[in-house]
Structures are given as structure tokens and as C-alpha cells.
């Protein structure tokens, strides 16, 4: 039997073999416990280093399969009729490593039923009309181009009256709730929760499109961005941040890398974003990705003006003390 030697209480059995890194790695199975030292710059990387990677999900492309789902899967069967944009290099719920989106149909005369729950949810419309969303007991109207919030732990329903379908962006902080798991959903008694029609002009969780546009075409230069935010000037929540840019014909963005990850979506006009070099080349109806660290800028064609949608998860960063440009002095961040 091989000696023994008792060590701060424990008992170490030799079997006089020579000891290595790599024997001690091996033995450590079995512990609970895994070395820092092998896996130093995975955890600790020089730089940011986001899993997921830049996308395009083509309206063209994905809107018919979302029309087939709308005559094959009911309301009642879904509950939520939605394609979720998933990043190729993972699982929903990511579409970047912070974000989620989806696109969501209602197909006529129908109720997507009333619910609430943890997340915190912002709706861009898309394309239809007699679209609305009821929440918490307030009834309001969808236009296309529309942003419509739907605050956490709220009851909210979607209905659609009149012909044809209502389709919109769905951006919620899902991946958030990987890590903190204390996400959950609540169903109310009946399909729709109680609700009164109201002008959604004056409700402070809607933003109409015609107020942004204005705001933007009313701004100079060739590129303007206008951000979401609520009446006292403060992002529209804790996690998810919005905006909306103005291009004009041939104009381009400045560049842009930080830490923040952003979903695009193309409300007006054609173009293309340079991404560490890629072209992605867009058209109205696009949805794009750019996650944390890539850096983009935005080109708009020649003939037409671009009007883009944004998400991101700037206010949660920043609470958080995470956000930082390239430009940014990591002294600056020392407090």
C-alpha cells in the first residue's frame, strides 16, 4: 500500500509516481473544482468577446413563413405567434448575447390572450392596420412605425380587427433571465384583461412614428439620431434602450465600437452597414444584429432617404458601470 502523509487535516496518498500539472489537473475530477490558471484568458479576455455575430434576418425572406404559421397555428395553440431571430452561433433566446427579437403575427379577428410577466418588452410595427395592444386596462391602436412599450409585470393583449395581418418587432431583455432566473409568466383568468380604448397620442408608453419622424427630419446634418425616452429625458427602462436615425441620400454614419449590442431594423430606404470590414446590405423590412465590440457604420443609397429602428442594451450597461466606447479612457471608468 502506498504511504501516506497527513496535510492540514487531510490525507494525501502517494503511489510514487512523479507529480505534474497535467496529474494534477486529471486528479482534480471529481472535487468541484476547476484551475483559474487554465482557463485565465478565456475568463479574462483582452478585449470583449461577444459569442453571437452579426446577422440579417430578410423580411422578404422570413415574412412568408410567418403568413403560413398565422393559417396554421391558431392564436389559442401559440399564444404568442412569433419567429423568434436567433444568432446563428446560439440558441434562443439570443439574438446578440443581451437581446432578444422576435416578429410577431395577429392574424384578423383574433386575441393573443392576456398575460404579464417579468421582462420588459418595446413593439416596433411593422406592416397592417387595426392592429391593437391592451395593456394594463389601456387599449391602444398599432400604426406602422409605431414604438409601444410594455412595461414589466403588466397585463397586455394583443387583437386585430378588419382584413389581413399585423406584424411587428418584438425586443425584450430574454437573455437576461439566463442568468438571473427569475423570469416568470402569469396568465389572466380570460383571453383579455379589461381595457378602454385611449388616444394613444397621449399615452407615455407610445411613441408614433409621424412625432419621431418629425423630430429627425427636423434635425440637421446628414445623419441624426433621436433616442426613446420617457418625459423626464430618462431611457424608456433599466435594460432596453431605443432610437431612431436619419440618413440622407449617400450620407453615412460615423463609426462606432463600444461594448453595447444593437438590433437595426429598416423602416425606410436601402443601404448597407460596414461591419470590421463586411458589407451587409439591407432593405426596407430588414432586421440586423450587431453585438458587443464589432465596428459598424451605417451607408445609405444615393436615391432615398433611410429611416432606421434601434435597440439596445445601453441602459442596463450603464447602470451597471459596463458601457465604454473605443474612444473612451479606461481611466474613466475607475471610480
Given at each position: ?9 487531510h ?16 486528479e ?103 392592429g ?23 397585463w ?18 430574454l ?128 436615391v ?32
Amino acid at each position: 500500500m502506498a504511504p501516506a502523509e497527513k496535510v492540514n487535516g487531510h490525507t494525501n496518498v502517494f503511489d510514487n509516481q512523479p507529480d505534474s500539472a497535467d496529474r494534477l489537473i486529471r486528479e482534480l475530477d471529481g472535487t468541484n473544482t476547476l484551475p483559474l490558471w487554465a482557463q485565465m484568458r478565456k475568463l479574462n479576455p483582452p478585449l470583449p468577446n461577444p459569442k453571437c455575430i452579426p446577422h440579417i434576418w430578410r423580411y422578404d425572406e422570413v415574412r412568408p413563413y410567418l403568413i403560413r404559421a398565422g393559417n396554421l397555428i391558431t392564436e389559442k395553440q401559440a399564444e404568442r405567434r412569433v419567429l423568434m431571430l436567433v444568432n446563428p452561433t446560439r440558441d434562443a433566446p439570443y439574438t446578440t448575447d443581451t437581446l432578444y427579437s422576435g416578429l410577431q403575427l395577429v392574424m384578423p379577428n383574433e386575441t393573443a390572450s392576456a398575460h404579464r410577466h417579468t421582462a420588459f418588452a418595446m413593439r416596433f410595427i411593422i406592416e397592417g392596420s387595426g392592429g391593437f395592444t391592451a395593456i394594463h386596462g389601456k387599449r391602444i391602436n398599432m400604426e406602422r412605425g409605431d414604438v409601444i412599450l410594455t412595461p414589466t409585470w403588466n397585463w397586455h393583449d394583443h387583437g386585430k380587427d378588419g382584413s389581413g395581418p399585423m406584424i411587428w418587432l418584438d425586443a425584450l431583455d430574454l437573455p437576461l433571465f439566463q442568468f438571473f432566473p427569475v423570469h416568470f409568466v402569469e396568465h389572466y383568468k380570460e383571453s383579455r384583461y379589461p381595457a378602454e380604448n385611449i388616444d394613444s397620442s397621449q399615452s407615455p408608453i407610445v411613441f408614433p412614428w409621424v412625432g419621431m419622424k418629425a423630430r429627425l427630419d427636423s434635425s440637421t446634418g446628414e445623419w441624426t439620431e433621436e433616442k426613446y425616452t420617457k418625459a423626464d429625458g430618462s431611457d424608456v427602462s433599466k435594460t432596453l434602450g431605443g432610437s431612431a436615425e436619419r440618413l440622407s441620400p449617400g450620407a453615412s454614419s460615423p463609426y462606432r465600437r463600444e461594448t453595447a449590442s444593437f438590433v437595426y431594423h429598416v423602416i425606410e430606404g436601402n443601404g448597407y452597414t460596414d461591419i470590421d470590414g463586411k458589407r451587409i446590405n439591407w432593405k426596407i423590412g430588414d432586421t440586423f444584429c450587431i453585438p458587443s465590440w464589432h465596428k459598424f457604420q451605417h451607408v445609405a443609397e444615393e436615391v432615398k432617404t433611410v429611416y432606421l429602428y434601434r435597440f439596445d442594451d445601453m441602459p442596463m450597461l450603464k447602470s451597471l458601470g459596463f458601457y465604454r466606447t473605443e474612444e473612451m479612457d479606461v481611466e474613466t471608468l475607475v471610480s
